[in-house]
Every structure is written in structure tokens, then in C-alpha cells.
């Protein structure tokens, strides 16, 4: 049952000789909390006129105190795997791009998969700063493509406002909190996530770069709290050579050219950036989708939220060809090139119920284990072999949905 709408969209049936990864759910979570120019005019010397000329950003989000780089991005994947109409249970693997993460581990993918009751998923984290969303994309859709699995889960989530210096006029004019999800999903039908282009050159790693987290050296005293440090001209000079040169690489791989392109969605890093590259490609603005003047550089949630609006509004229309680019902090950089396939269509009513339903379950059951391995640790001692691999016998045969709940293979 879990995919029925979406296989009448595209014809989805995983399994046969050529497998194609679509996106096929996507969603956002904006925080409420708008952070004018103005109001960053009483922090630090700046002024709404110089940060809207200089990089077009009028205003962005912040999240609230009690939400994390994790409640949005489950916020966000809920979204996603309600469009797609899927339930977690047929999640095969959750990567999170993030540069802000809860925890240096456990990977926030982990604890989004918790949250979610994706029981069946492999969660990890990805770390490349701005370009996360498409390396995980990269990641997600080739494992599809192999037939390693069947459903994922790719979210970008980020709490920058905590890493950023609020006393630096040069960075924490630019950075804010937001995440997006997709969800893909493999079928016979050509198009989807195509190909995936991405390039790193540590060598400028200082010139963008949070170096805080871990000790110098083991028996160093703990790193102080260093916040985000970025070199803006040298950062803005390598983000206008790669944003062409990564769409032109992608393009290549596909033998396309810009005129093939319906729609790109850049990083949305700085306004002068974006035009730059349009200048570059010699492609009008009107092919580039703009959201920085509402939500700043929300670094690796940028593109999917872009992508959901422009959906969401029928700039990105089915059998668009879309290439996604992005740079950031490692130096990291990289592009994909999508054919879209898929529209918005509302899930049904009883589905929607049945995924809450499962979202409760889950929180329940995250603590009913954390109760059952402390009771164990308290009562049992270490478990013996035969105990252990009982127990992961049950976790296996618990986590399992019926075969009515999974995919088409
Ligand atoms: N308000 C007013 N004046 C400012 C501000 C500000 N917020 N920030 C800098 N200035 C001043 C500078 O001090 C400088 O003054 P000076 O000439 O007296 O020395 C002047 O404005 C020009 O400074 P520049 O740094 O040359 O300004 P620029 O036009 O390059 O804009 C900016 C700065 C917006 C940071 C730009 O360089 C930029 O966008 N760089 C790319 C940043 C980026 O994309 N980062 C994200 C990467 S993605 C990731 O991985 C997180």
C-alpha cells in the first residue's frame, strides 16, 4: 500500500535491469522567528542598505530555544515522507547534511531516525559545509541506482544561528536556521537524480571554517568555543568560478547544454553570487531560483527548500531538467542534474493518520528501550552471546512491517 500514489505518477517498480532514483516527496521546516536587517543593525555596525546590496538578504529565520539541528530536520522529513506519501518503515537509509549538528556523534541521522520510528533505515551524517545537500544526494541516489536500496531519506538541516558570531558584522549578516528533506525512490522509469558532480580542495579550509569541537591534541585543555570564521572576498571569488564550472561539468556527464536547462537551483549564499554565475552561464535570472531575501544562507538546507518552493509554486514543472549547485566551506563544491517527474498531490486522509500514528509509536518505543537497557545494565550483568543474539532475533522480527507495508520490488 505504502506507494501507490507515487507509482501512478511515475510507473514505480524498483527491481528491473535499469533502476532510476526519483525524488518523489519533499519538505521544509521554517522557523517563525524573523530576524530582520534592521534588528542585526541594533547588534552589530551595519545597515539594511549595505546588507541588501551586498548580498540581497532582507531578512531570515531563527529557530526557537527549545528547537535543534534535529527537531527541524524531523520536522522537514515528516513533510517529505508525507508528500511522498510513504511511511518511515519504508525508509532503507536517512543522510543528513548538516553543518551545525547536535553532537560531533552520535550523527544527528541517528536521532532523526529515532524520532521517525524508521526502524528499518542506516543513518549517517554528511560534513561539507554548504554542498552537503548534494554529496548526500550523490550518496542517496547511487545507492538506489545500485540496488542497495529502495527508499531514502536526504535532509539539510541546520541551527547556524548557534555557530555564528553575533559580533561579526562580515558573517552573521549572512547565516540562518532551516531545514528541507527529500525523500527518493527508486524506479524503471527513466529520469530522476541523473548525475552528481562533486570537488573538494582542503587547502582552503581556513578560509570558511568553525574549528571548534575537539582538543587540540589528546592531552591538550579543551578547545574554546570558536565560532564561525569566514574569509568573504576569498570565499565569494572561488563560489563565482565553481557555481559555473560545476553546472558545466554536470551538463557534460549528461550531454546537455544550458540551453537544455528548464531550472537552477543555487546555494543561496549572496545575491551577487547567484547573478554572477547567470552571468557566467550565460543563462537569464529568470531560470534561477531566488529565496535569500527571506531566508539568508541557510547552508545545507538552502537547496531543498528552494527546490520544494519552486515546486510548490509550478516553476519546477514534470520532465523539467533541473541542476542543483552549491560550494562551501572545506572548499566544497558540486552540482546534480535532475529530471523531475513528480507534483504535489495531498496524501490521503487515512494515511496521514496512520503516519502520526506511527511518529507516537515511535517516541514510545525509543523509550522503551532506553528503559530496558538501563534495567538490563542494572539487573543483568553482561549478556552472553546466546542472550544477545536472541534479543537481536526479537529486534528483527519487531521492526519488520508486514510485506503489505513495503515497496513493490
Ligand atoms: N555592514 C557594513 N559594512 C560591512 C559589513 C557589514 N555587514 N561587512 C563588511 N563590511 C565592510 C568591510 O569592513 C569593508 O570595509 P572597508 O572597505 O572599509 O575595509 C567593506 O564593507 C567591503 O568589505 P568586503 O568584505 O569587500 O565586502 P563584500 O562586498 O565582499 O561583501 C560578503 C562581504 C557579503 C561577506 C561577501 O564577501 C560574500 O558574500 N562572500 C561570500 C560569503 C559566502 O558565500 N559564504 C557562505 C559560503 S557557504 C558555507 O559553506 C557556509
Known amino acids: 500500500m505504502a506507494t501507490t500514489t507515487r507509482k501512478k505518477q511515475i510507473g514505480l517498480k524498483p527491481g528491473g535491469d535499469r533502476r532510476y532514483a526519483h525524488v518523489v516527496g519533499w519538505g521544509v521546516e521554517i522557523p517563525e522567528r524573523v530576524l530582520t536587517n534592521h534588528e542585526i543593525e541594533m547588534m552589530v555596525d551595519t545597515n539594511d542598505q ?183 572576498r576569498e570565499v565569494f571569488r572561488f563560489a563565482t568560478r565553481v557555481m559555473v564550472s560545476a553546472t558545466e561539468e554536470v551538463l557534460d556527464k549528461a550531454n546537455l547544454t544550458t540551453s537544455d536547462i528548464d531550472v537552477v537551483v543555487p546555494h543561496q549564499a549572496n545575491l551577487r553570487i547567484i547573478q554572477a554565475a547567470a552571468r557566467g552561464l550565460d543563462l ?26 519552486a515546486v510548490e509554486s509550478g516553476r519546477i514543472r514534470p520532465n523539467d531538467k533541473i541542476v542543483l549547485v552549491g560550494f562551501g566551506g572545506g572548499l566544497t563544491w558540486g552540482a546534480a542534474l535532475i529530471e523531475w517527474q513528480v507534483m504535489a498531490t495531498p496524501a490521503s486522509a487515512a494515511r496521514e493518520v496512520v503516519r502520526e500514528g506511527w511518529y507516537i509509536v515511535a517516541r514510545i518505543r525509543s523509550l522503551m528501550r532506553r528503559v530496558f537497557r538501563f534495567l538490563e545494565a542494572v539487573l543483568g550483568g553482561s549478556p552472553t552471546s546466546e542472550a544477545l543474539r536472541a534479543e537481536e532475533k526479537a529486534r528483527r522480527s519487531s521492526s519488520k512491517p508486514s510485506n503489505n507495508d513495503k515497496p513493490e520490488r
Request: aromatic content about 6%; some cysteine; glycine content about 10%.
Open 50 to 232: 549595505w546588507i541588501r546590496e551586498r548580498t540581497g538578504i532582507a531578512e531570515r529565520r531563527i529557530a526557537d530555544d527549545r528547537d535543534t539541528t534535529v527537531t527541524l530536520g524531523v520536522r522537514a522529513a515528516r513533510k517529505a515522507l508525507s508528500h511522498a506519501d510513504l511511511n518511515p518503515s519504508d525508509i532503507d537509509l536517512i543522510i543528513v547534511a548538516t553543518s551545525s549538528p547536535a553532537y560531533l556523534f552520535p550523527a544527528t541521522a541517528c536521532l532523526i531516525q529515532d524520532r521517525l520510528g524508521a526502524t528499518d533505515a542506516g543513518a549517517f551524517d554528511v560534513l561539507a559545509a554548504c554542498s552537503g545537500f548534494i554529496f548526500a544526494l550523490g550518496l542517496a541516489s547511487a545507492q538506489i541506482r545500485a540496488g542497495m536500496v529502495n527508499t531514502a531519506l536526504v535532509i539539510g538541516t541546520e541551527t547556524l544561528s548557534r555557530i555564528v558570531d553575533w559580533t561579526d558584522r562580515g558573517t552573521c549578516i549572512l547565516f540562518a536556521d532551516g531545514a528541507g528533506a527529500f525523500v527518493l525512490h527508486a524506479s524503471e522509469v527513466p529520469g530522476g537524480v541523473q548525475h552528481v558532480v562533486m570537488h573538494s580542495d582542503g587547502s582552503g579550509g581556513e578560509l570558511l571554517c568553525a574549528p571548534s569541537g575537539v582538543r587540540p591534541t589528546w592531552n591538550g585543555t579543551p578547545a574554546p568555543d570558536v565560532l564561525t570564521q569566514m574569509n568573504g
Open 284 to 309: 537569464p535570472m529568470d531560470k534561477f531560483i531566488v529565496n535569500i531575501d527571506r531566508y539568508g544562507n541557510t547552508s545545507t538546507a538552502s537547496i531543498p527548500i528552494a527546490v520544494a518552493e
